[in-house]
């Protein structure tokens, strides 16, 4: 295959943090490669670098001369005012230029502006381009073009910078947590998309199914080296379980040898030259090496929540409705001891809202909350901190307690509750506002579950946590003695996780499923198709009302098509009424089998002679 970029000796770091070094790798035509590492080890800076956002302080990065490259940051930047604006933000593509050029003409109504433009869209077939925008804006679940940007949530703007990077076709795809603030079906639509896609693809995600059925190749930052394997996430996962049993195989060879040569410098003269000096250079080497110990450092979570009675939590018949939106509608439920519930629905249905209900966070409209006494609430929200940022870490914490009790009699200092969630003790000297998107997520989780909450509900807590922190936390969930409810687009920790799931379907519908999400999954594709109404997608009536309808490549092959289906049609129409004519005799099997054809002939050239003219009309 066709390389299409190196990657020479990159080095980056940040005053005297060092993020990776001398790294090197190259990316061939076609591959599609998932970066993964720990948060805090510079995966983002690694494709801002790459993208050419961000310098590194040495190393080359050299793209093939004709490449056309993609980028999706975390936090995309649109320049348009509106949704259909910021879409065709593409300074490559003529035929964005040309449909915001004839959309610009229309409005202002000038007729020899508008008569230019539209022979523009005519000569960059522009016209199927902007068709082609319109259909994948509407199938990411965008009904208002017009609607401001600036107005959209998070998961809105991510759809919003996919649909602008599919349109632009670009050979090669930079992605930087692709699937973050994305409902689960728009996962799987971008799952299959990039399946399919012949584009080079280098993505940093911590979607772990995501990455098992997209990616052909993995590359692990760690220890500030790039370590590549071949294969997808699973095969990844044995590769470095591999890797790590060989360094620890050979540390215990190492540490061996250092023994025996510890012990024959020790008997030799002490005069350096008494020694031979290849012996003595070695010695230090190894040394130098059995220092060099592969450290996990992992999060650790102590399982200690409250004590929780056998009253947890009933809903009784609540309703919440925003306008003509409705939540809730007459939903009643009783939560049981050590249940573990997921919430899954389309982005915009209510999840978050729902769960802001069950807390008190917002008023419900009618019904009513009945609420455990012993019951001690733990919220880890997708809005993230609450912190000053100009605070540092340690100080944020130590406002919230200055003992942290995990067990009964096992008291920790906030810098000492700290250090198990990776902070250690420059790292809690930063200013908050200085964390990475990880970090960040691993503060607020900490402070959520110190205070050792026995029904805990998180929104979205697999957003910028690192693989390696998310098996914990679903460790620490699977062993954790209250309730949990859990949204999350993460297909792979809600499988983890949950035992039964709510389906949000929209106006205060809740279906309740038993299994975890890959069952509610088997459970839709075995259901037998239907078909779907036709949903009435919102024309931009200030560009289309002036615009002529014209014929798609598929239309007009259809049109050709038509006027020869027509002409058979006819003689064979004619044929059977010169054979009544006739008078022949047939069997009055034959007779009534051209009957019958006769009979089917008239509404069959009724309904294509109907298409010919509103195909003809366009034409």
Same mark, same amino acid.
């Given at each position: 295959?066709?390389?299409?970029?190196?990657?020479?000796?990159?080095?980056?770091?940040?005053?005297?943090?060092?993020?990776?070094?001398?790294?090197?790798?190259?990316?061939?035509?076609?591959?599609?490669?998932?970066?993964?590492?720990?948060?805090?080890?510079?995966?983002?800076?690694?494709?801002?670098?790459?993208? %050419?956002?961000?310098?590194?302080?040495?190393?080359?990065? #050299?793209?093939?001369?004709?490449?056309?490259?993609?980028?999706?940051?975390?936090?995309?930047?649109?320049?348009?005012?509106?949704?259909?604006?910021?879409?065709?933000?593409?300074? &490559?593509?003529?035929?964005?230029?040309?449909?915001?050029?004839?959309?610009?003409?229309?409005?202002?109504?000038?007729?020899?502006? /508008?008569?230019?433009?539209?022979?523009?869209?005519?000569?960059?077939?522009?016209?199927?381009?902007?068709?082609?925008?319109?259909?994948?804006?509407?199938?990411?679940?965008?009904?208002?073009?017009?609607?401001?940007?600036?107005?959209?949530?998070?998961?809105?703007?991510?759809?919003?910078?996919?649909?602008?990077?599919?349109?632009?076709?670009?050979?090669? $795809?930079?992605?930087?947590?692709?699937?973050?603030?994305?409902?689960?079906?728009?996962?799987?639509?971008?799952?299959?998309?990039?399946?399919?896609?012949?584009? /080079?693809?280098?993505?940093?995600?911590?979607?772990?199914?995501?990455?098992?059925?997209? &990616?052909?190749?993995?590359?692990?930052?760690?220890?500030?080296?790039?370590?590549?394997? *071949?294969?997808?996430?699973?095969?990844?996962?044995?590769?470095?379980?591999?890797?790590?049993?060989?360094?620890?195989?050979?540390?215990?060879?190492?540490?061996?040898?250092?023994?025996? *040569?510890? =012990?024959?410098?020790?008997?030799?003269?002490?005069?350096?030259?008494?020694?031979?000096?290849?012996?003595?250079?070695?010695?230090?080497?190894?040394?130098?090496?059995?220092?060099?110990?592969?450290?996990?450092?992992?999060?650790?979570?102590?399982?200690?929540?409250?004590?929780? %009675?056998?009253?947890?939590?009933?809903?009784? %018949?609540?309703?919440?409705?925003?306008?003509?939106?409705?939540? $809730?509608?007459?939903? #009643?439920?009783?939560?049981?001891?050590?249940?573990?519930?997921?919430?899954?629905?389309?982005?915009?249905? %209510?999840?978050?809202?729902?769960?802001?209900?069950?807390?008190?966070?917002?008023?419900?409209?009618?019904?009513?909350?009945?609420?455990?006494?012993?019951?001690?609430?733990?919220?880890?929200?997708?809005?993230?901190?609450?912190?000053?940022?100009?605070?540092?870490?340690?100080?944020?914490?130590?406002?919230?307690?200055?003992?942290? *009790?995990?067990?009964?009699?096992?008291?920790?200092?906030?810098?000492?509750?700290?250090?198990?969630?990776?902070?250690?003790?420059?790292?809690?000297?930063?200013?908050?506002?200085?964390?990475?998107?990880? =970090?960040? &997520?691993?503060?607020?989780?900490?402070?959520?579950?110190?205070?050792?909450?026995?029904?805990?509900?998180?929104?979205?807590?697999?957003?910028?946590?690192?693989?390696? /922190?998310?098996?914990?936390?679903?460790?620490?969930?699977?062993?954790?003695?209250?309730?949990?409810?859990?949204?999350?687009?993460?297909?792979?920790?809600?499988?983890?996780?949950?035992?039964?799931?709510?389906?949000?379907?929209?106006?205060?519908?809740?279906?309740?499923?038993?299994?975890?999400?890959?069952?509610?999954?088997?459970? $839709?594709?075995?259901?037998?198709?239907?078909?779907?109404?036709?949903?009435?997608?919102?024309?931009?009536?200030?560009?289309?009302?002036?615009?002529?309808?014209?014929?798609?490549?598929?239309?007009?092959?259809?049109?050709?098509?038509?006027?020869? =289906?027509?002409?058979?049609?006819?003689?064979?129409?004619?044929?059977? =009424?010169?054979?009544?004519?006739?008078?022949?005799?047939?069997?009055?099997?034959?007779?009534?089998?051209?009957?019958?054809?006769?009979?089917?002939?008239?509404?069959?050239?009724?309904?294509?002679?109907?298409?010919?003219?509103? $195909?003809?009309?366009?034409?």
């Amino acid at each position: 295959m066709a390389n299409v970029l190196n990657i020479e000796n990159l080095t980056k770091s940040y005053g005297d943090r060092l993020l990776f070094g001398d790294v090197t790798f190259g990316v061939d035509q076609g591959d599609k490669i998932g970066v993964v590492a720990r948060n805090g080890t510079g995966k983002t800076t690694m494709l801002r670098i790459i993208a %050419g956002v961000e310098e590194p302080d040495s190393g080359t990065v #050299t793209f093939r001369n004709d490449i056309r490259i993609g980028y999706l940051p975390q936090e995309p930047v649109f320049n348009g005012a509106t949704v259909y604006e910021a879409a065709l933000d593409n300074d &490559c593509d003529p035929r964005a230029a040309a449909v915001l050029a004839y959309r610009d003409a229309i409005a202002t109504g000038d007729e020899a502006s /508008t008569h230019e433009a539209y022979n523009k869209m005519d000569k960059l077939g522009a016209w199927d381009y902007e068709d082609r925008l319109r259909q994948l804006l509407t199938r990411l679940g965008f009904a208002d073009f017009d609607a401001p940007v600036d107005k959209l949530s998070g998961g809105q703007r991510k759809r919003l910078a996919i649909a602008r990077l599919v349109m632009a076709e670009p050979d090669f $795809l930079i992605l930087d947590e692709p699937t973050n603030h994305l409902d689960i079906t728009t996962i799987e639509w971008l799952e299959a998309y990039l399946k399919r896609s012949k584009a /080079t693809l280098l993505m940093v995600t911590h979607d772990r199914y995501f990455l098992d059925r997209v &990616c052909t190749k993995i590359i692990e930052l760690d220890d500030c080296e790039a370590f590549v394997v *071949e294969g997808n996430f699973d095969m990844y996962l044995r590769r470095r379980a591999e890797r790590i049993e060989a360094m620890a195989a050979e540390l215990a060879r190492v540490r061996n040898t250092l023994r025996r *040569e510890q =012990e024959w410098m020790s008997r030799q003269p002490q005069a350096r030259a008494g020694k031979a000096k290849f012996r003595i250079d070695n010695f230090y080497d190894l040394k130098e090496r059995a220092q060099r110990r592969h450290v996990e450092k992992d999060v650790r979570l102590e399982n200690s929540s409250s004590r929780i %009675g056998s009253k947890i939590f009933e809903a009784e %018949g609540v309703c919440k409705r925003f306008g003509d939106k409705v939540i $809730l509608d007459d939903f #009643t439920y009783t939560f049981a001891r050590g249940e573990k519930l997921g919430i899954v629905g389309v982005n915009g249905v %209510g999840k978050s809202t729902f769960i802001k209900l069950l807390q008190g966070l917002l008023p419900i409209d009618s019904g009513r909350w009945d609420l455990g006494e012993t019951l001690r609430f733990g919220y880890y929200s997708q809005d993230g901190l609450r912190f000053d940022s100009n605070k540092k870490v340690v100080d944020a914490i130590t406002e919230y307690a200055e003992d942290v *009790e995990l067990k009964e009699g096992i008291h920790l200092s906030p810098m000492q509750y700290l250090q198990r969630f990776l902070f250690s003790p420059a790292d809690q000297q930063k200013y908050i506002h200085t964390l990475s998107g990880g =970090e960040r &997520c691993r503060l607020h989780l900490a402070t959520v579950l110190m205070r050792q909450p026995n029904f805990l509900i998180l929104d979205e807590p697999t957003n910028d946590l690192d693989i390696v /922190t998310l098996g914990i936390l679903e460790e620490y969930l699977a062993d954790f003695k209250g309730c949990v409810i859990v949204i999350s687009h993460d297909r792979y920790f809600l499988d983890n996780i949950v035992d039964h799931i709510f389906v949000m379907e929209g106006n205060g519908v809740i279906r309740d499923f038993p299994g975890n999400y890959s069952d509610y999954r088997a459970f $839709l594709d075995a259901q037998p198709a239907e078909p779907k109404p036709a949903v009435a997608e919102k024309k931009d009536t200030r560009v289309r009302a002036d615009r002529p309808q014209r014929m798609t490549f598929k239309e007009r092959r259809e049109f050709e098509a038509l006027e020869s =289906e027509i002409a058979a049609l006819n003689d064979e129409k004619a044929a059977l =009424e010169a054979f009544f004519a006739s008078g022949e005799n047939v069997s009055g099997d034959e007779f009534d089998r051209r009957s019958q054809r006769y009979s089917e002939i008239g509404p069959l050239l009724d309904e294509k002679e109907m298409r010919w003219l509103e $195909l003809s009309e366009k034409q």
